[in-house]
């Protein structure tokens, strides 16, 4: 009887969970290959959070003084209900992803245009290429250890706020920084794990949990 046949047998079930843990640890490499993929075209610095108060202004009138202050909006949402503790964790786990990876978001758009704007001053092609494949080099030298500590799903969020933040899909990331080759084949490997670096992040469907999250972590009130 070979392993497959095995069934309900013990060596059966232990064959099922060794092939089921292997098929998960490749899953998690070739996420974060594909992370690290999207990343390397761009820039990432320690995460930061936003105040309370965007400004403050003085207005002198009538010799009195007022102190005006800009604040951000601050959100209010019914509470949380969960059917069970899986959506719970699902939650919770989204909350810690966001937090960890919002702020690496915003500042990799802002170097994305900037990384534009360097190869948009070089008229030549093989100047540009050589221009990118040393400041790649660059980023994955300072910053490869500080995106191996993310994990998987950690991962796969920033790439969907990277589509927030820019407005561009991890395909058009890749598409735009590696060309259509490496754009293609990383959405071959995406789709092997039922992912797609085409979708785009929507904020009023599927996404509304993470977009409910982000106005609340935002507003500094998660």
């Given at each position: 009887?070979?392993?497959?046949?095995?069934?309900?047998?013990?060596?059966?079930?232990?064959?099922?969970?060794?092939?089921?843990?292997?098929?998960?640890?490749?899953?998690?490499?070739?996420?974060?290959?594909?992370?690290?993929?999207?990343?390397?075209?761009?820039?990432?610095?320690?995460?930061?959070?936003?105040?309370?108060?965007?400004?403050?202004?003085?207005?002198?009138?009538?010799?009195?003084?007022?102190?005006?202050?800009?604040?951000?909006?601050?959100?209010?949402?019914?509470?949380?209900?969960?059917?069970?503790?899986?959506?719970?964790?699902?939650?919770?786990?989204?909350?810690?992803?966001?937090?960890?990876?919002?702020?690496?978001?915003?500042?990799?758009?802002?170097?994305?245009?900037?990384?534009?704007?360097?190869?948009?001053?070089?008229?030549?092609?093989?100047?540009?290429?050589?221009?990118?494949?040393?400041?790649?080099?660059?980023?994955?030298?300072?910053?490869?250890?500080?995106f191996r500590?993310?994990?998987?799903?950690?991962?796969?969020?920033?790439?969907?706020?990277?589509?927030?933040?820019?407005?561009?899909?991890?395909?058009?990331?890749?598409?735009?920084?590696?060309?259509?080759?490496?754009?293609?084949?990383?959405?071959?490997?995406?789709?092997?794990?039922?992912?797609d670096l085409?979708?785009?992040?929507?904020?009023?469907?599927?996404?509304?949990?993470?977009?409910?999250?982000?106005?609340?972590?935002?507003?500094?009130?998660?």
């Amino acid at each position: 009887m070979d392993a497959l046949s095995a069934g309900g047998t013990k060596s059966g079930r232990l064959w099922r969970r060794k092939w089921s843990s292997t098929k998960m640890a490749k899953a998690k490499v070739c996420i974060w290959l594909l992370f690290l993929e999207v990343v390397g075209c761009c820039y990432a610095l320690p995460p930061h959070h936003a105040p309370y108060l965007d400004s403050v202004l003085l207005q002198v009138s009538n010799q009195d003084t007022f102190y005006l202050a800009q604040m951000q909006t601050i959100y209010v949402f019914p509470d949380m209900k969960f059917e069970n503790k899986r959506q719970e964790r699902f939650y919770w786990r989204t909350v810690r992803d966001v937090k960890k990876t919002l702020p690496i978001a915003k500042v990799l758009t802002l170097e994305m245009a900037y990384a534009d704007e360097q190869l948009a001053k070089i008229p030549d092609k093989k100047d540009r290429k050589k221009w990118w494949k040393q400041h790649e080099k660059y980023l994955f030298k300072k910053y490869e250890q500080h995106f191996r500590k993310m994990t998987a799903s950690q991962g796969q969020m920033l790439m969907k706020l990277m589509d927030r933040e820019s407005d561009r899909t991890s395909y058009e990331i890749i598409k735009h920084y590696r060309g259509k080759a490496s754009a293609n084949f990383w959405q071959f490997i995406a789709k092997l794990f039922k992912n797609d670096l085409k979708e785009e992040y929507d904020a009023s469907d599927k996404d509304k949990i993470v977009e409910r999250v982000i106005n609340l972590v935002e507003a500094g009130q998660l």
